[in-house]
């Protein structure tokens, strides 16, 4: 397994181009299910969890085409072009194999299910930041009038004349259950009404493009969403928009090491409060052409708390805890979207972070330094932490399980080094 060694102390400087948004291109993925037509997605980013979701689609019977990534590419457009075409889709079962590697594979529910009457999907399971149950996906569905059984770990639905448009009230915001819900009633008979909808840029960003496949949706990026079906979609192009939490976690990395860099692409209307939390925390920001300058002088202690968009995203949570280790004073940080979101609190400790958990929150006290230390995370964002604590650090950081940042950060050595940071990734023979 790959590793990433990081020597602390370079203030970053320069230019980093913000990829595709890996959790607005998951379910724009799945989008393309709906219909016969081809969906073309461009700007998706380059990473494992992309790969994996089009296996899965290929398993369904999706061709994938490459062709206009060649044009784009040498047209100087950066991410991945990828055409897919759900016409031939003749296996409506996701197996366990590919949906436990990565959750987002829930998403195929609600599209198999509106075009095709049947779905088979396995239940994801847990994860390392959470039991993370499917719940409101299914009663969601259940009220569009679809029949749910569980059998032997799989999600067996059915809906042979079709979806019926319906109000479906979630008691609680869920990214995923508004996404599978919005697809699945593009094409229900009649009209949905979503209350309590997620408002995260990727839901708005996968409902601009099912209007462009000639969904009727209105209400995007507010709390309650109306769909009225209709008989069929066709296939459009759509660009994924810039991933938000990469920005942000790029720009907590050149602000840790009091550095300032210029962030290409980046969105800064996606960032919701999380621009004012970075902001309360000493990073200051200033728009350029096609993006965002981030500096940093000096680190304070703030308090955060996440919560759905437009509140501090619990994606940036553990980057922004590694953040505020060497901040001067002291800063609370509570989690309330996931449970068990905290594996990198004993990891930043043991590079010499002063951290006190207390159930739902941890209280962070800034230290002088932060001291190199091989170190291991169990997620995604957890990882980029350590990342960050380790631009930071005096000496070497070695993180291990990098395959974990993989999923969802694309070629961060390689953006990080262009800065000036001293990070390589040594490869594991294996
Ligand atoms: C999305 O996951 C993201 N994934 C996650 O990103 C992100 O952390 C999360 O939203 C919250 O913003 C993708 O977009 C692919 P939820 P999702 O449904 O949709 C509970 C990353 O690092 N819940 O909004 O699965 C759930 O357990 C990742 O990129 C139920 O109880 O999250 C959680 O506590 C990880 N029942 C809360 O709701 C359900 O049926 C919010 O989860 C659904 C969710």
Redo the contacts with the bound molecule.
């Keep these: 397994m790959d590793k990433i060694a990081i020597r602390g102390g370079n203030r970053l400087s320069g230019r980093v181009r913000v990829g595709g948004a890996?959790?607005a291109a998951?379910?724009l993925m799945c989008a393309s299910l709906l219909t016969e037509g081809t969906l073309t997605l461009s700007n998706l980013p380059r990473l494992a969890d992309i790969t994996t979701l089009m296996r899965l689609l290929v398993q369904h019977g999706v061709e994938m085409n490459m062709d206009g990534d060649e044009s784009c590419r040498a047209a100087g457009r950066q991410g991945l072009t990828i055409g897919m075409d759900a016409t031939g889709v003749n296996n409506t079962t996701a197996p366990y194999d590919l949906v436990r590697k990565m959750?987002?594979s829930v998403l195929v529910l609600g599209p198999l299910l509106a075009r095709f009457g049947n779905a088979r999907v396995s239940l994801p399971g847990g994860c390392a930041?959470?039991?993370?149950?499917?719940?409101?996906?299914l009663k969601g569905l259940q009220h569009l009038g679809a029949e749910i059984d569980l059998d032997q770990g799989y999600i067996v639905a059915k809906a042979p004349n079709g979806l019926q448009g319906g109000e479906v009230v979630f008691p609680?915001?869920?990214?995923?259950?508004t996404?599978n819900l919005m697809m699945a009633a593009t094409l229900a008979k009649g009209t949905t009404r979503l209350v309590n909808a997620?408002r995260?840029p990727?839901v708005t960003d996968l409902g601009e493009c099912l209007i462009k496949m000639g969904a009727k949706i209105s209400g995007l990026g507010t709390d309650t969403l109306e769909i009225e079906g209709v008989s069929g979609l066709h296939g459009a192009e759509h660009p994924v928009i810039p991933d938000r939490?990469e920005t942000a976690s790029l720009a907590m990395a050149a602000a840790v090491t009091r550095g300032e860099i210029d962030l290409i692409d980046a969105r800064p209307d996606h960032l919701g409060s999380a621009i004012e939390a970075m902001e309360a925390a000493g990073i200051n920001f200033s728009p350029i052409e096609g993006g965002l300058r981030v500096s940093c002088s000096e680190l304070v202690g703030t308090d955060v708390m996440t919560e759905?968009y437009p509140g501090f995203?619990?994606?940036l949570q553990a980057q922004m805890m590694a953040l505020l280790t060497t901040a001067s004073g002291a800063s609370m940080i509570t989690e309330s979207?996931?449970?068990n979101r905290f594996m990198h609190v004993p990891e930043l400790m043991r590079m010499g972070a002063n951290i006190n958990l207390h159930g739902r929150s941890a209280m962070v006290r800034g230290v002088e330094r932060l001291t190199g230390a091989e170190v291991m995370a169990t997620?995604?964002?957890a990882s980029m932490s350590l990342v960050i604590a380790g631009l930071a650090a005096e000496g070497e950081t070695l993180v291990n399980r990098v395959y974990h940042l993989d999923r969802?950060y694309e070629r961060l050595e390689e953006k990080l080094s262009a800065c000036g940071a001293d990070i390589t990734r040594i490869k594991e023979q294996s």
Excluded: Y
């Design positions: 890996k959790n998951l379910p959750r987002a930041i959470g039991t993370r149950p499917v719940d409101l996906h609680f915001v869920s990214v995923g259950a996404e997620a995260e990727e939490i759905p995203p619990t994606d979207i996931f449970e997620d995604l964002r969802g």
